[in-house]
């Protein structure tokens, strides 16, 4: 963290900002960047709430991404999921949820 700066108004709250060097990343890797800047960190028990606001990737790291192999018209097909946005999230179980539940959960993402 290399600024600290209280939000105006709000006791206890705090915008950080911070920055990593490039060497952490694995270069093309998406998972890589975002599980290095967010994995563990909204896990911290110390935190009673956390946001990620604003995120800037050099053009150099950018540069690194070669892109899909192919077109979202493929994912469309291979998935049956047509005029709604794809989107992935990981579900754990450490959320609390019944297996019955979780199962549920699983099968409502695909």
Known sequence: CYHI???AGEE????????????LFEEGSVTNMFTSIVGNVFGFKALRALR???LRIP?????TFQGPPHGIQ??????NKYGRPLLGCTI???LGLSAK????????CL
């Open 5 to 7: 700066e209280p939000v």
């Open 92 to 94: 754990k179980p450490k």
């Open 74 to 79: 493929v994912e469309r097909d291979k998935l």
């Open 52 to 54: 990620l606001e604003d």
């Open 101 to 108: 539940n979780y199962g549920r959960a699983c099968y409502e």
């Open 59 to 63: 053009v150099a790291y950018i540069k």
């Open 12 to 23: 206890n709250q705090y915008i950080c900002y911070v920055a990593y060097p490039l060497d």
